[in-house]
């Protein structure tokens, strides 16, 4: 199928099963893509790919640091979001560890009439969230806006303006990304999804490498506390704009 959008696979462990998989799902609806290898946290230069990782910050509010794969996921996403703006083209971009629906290629072209408008749009979600509807688009799709981000990485789309906003605000790393990018407020991009969701979690186990468990003082669950209950309010008031601007 040709397309005006660009898709990338982010192969997440350097896997050639995950690869001839993915190959295989994507030949049967008709669709190129080009794959990215993931950002490795076990290659040489790994701390000067995500120098932007910022330790400190991440222990002061959370109280642990990021596993090195966490780190690694974001560098891919991130690399991804540099693409989008070198491309000056909208991308999909895809994890290895999915399964795509049978109407996926419908959801593509939708999302090719759509994305520059939206400039961010979910294909999957990890949890299950209030939403309000937005539009109605070709059936049986539907453009959703959560209220609270889902989580998961699996499979989104994203404009050049999109990807801008992402990285304009990216500059100290302290969560998982998609920790990062379900904080519309911050980064100024709402969490739209095309409904029904057209790509599922594939459940494969990803090494995401040793991570720090230690128990957290007082002090740090105190900030912790603080800080969700500010993003809790920041999201609310967000959230607030946006119905009153009927976004």
């Not at 950002?39 to 990021?66: A, H, M, V």
């Not at 720090?212 to 669950?221: A, D, G, T, Y």
Request: one cysteine or more.
């Amino acid at each position: 199928m040709d397309s005006t959008i660009h898709i990338f696979i982010i192969n997440l462990q350097r896997s050639e099963q995950r690869r001839t998989h993915m190959q295989k799902m994507l030949a049967e609806k008709n669709i190129s893509a080009h794959f990215f290898t993931a950002i490795d946290y076990q290659q040489p230069d790994f701390s000067e790919i995500c120098f932007q990782y910022n330790d400190k910050k991440r222990k002061k509010i959370w109280g642990n640091s990021l596993a090195p794969g966490e780190i690694a996921c974001y560098a891919s996403h991130y690399k991804l979001w540099e693409k989008c703006i070198e491309l000056d083209r909208p991308i999909i971009v895809l994890e290895d560890d999915i399964i795509l629906s049978e109407d996926f290629s419908s959801a593509v072209n939708v999302i090719e009439k759509t994305i520059e408008r939206y400039e961010y749009i979910r294909l999957a979600a990890t949890f299950k969230k209030p939403f309000v509807n937005i539009t109605a688009l070709k059936e049986p799709h539907m453009l959703v806006r959560y209220l609270k981000g889902p989580r998961g990485t699996q499979a989104y789309a994203l404009s050049p303006c999109g990807a801008k906003k992402l990285l304009n605000n990216s500059k100290d790393w302290v969560m998982a990304v998609d920790h990062y990018i379900d904080m519309s407020w911050f980064h100024r991009l709402p969490s739209y999804a095309l409904h029904p969701l057209c790509v599922k979690n594939g459940s494969y186990p990803t090494d995401t490498g040793s991570k720090e468990q230690k128990k957290p003082k007082l002090w740090q669950k105190l900030i912790r506390e603080c800080y969700a209950a500010y993003t809790n309010i920041r999201r609310l008031f967000f959230n607030l704009k946006l119905k009153i601007n009927h976004q």
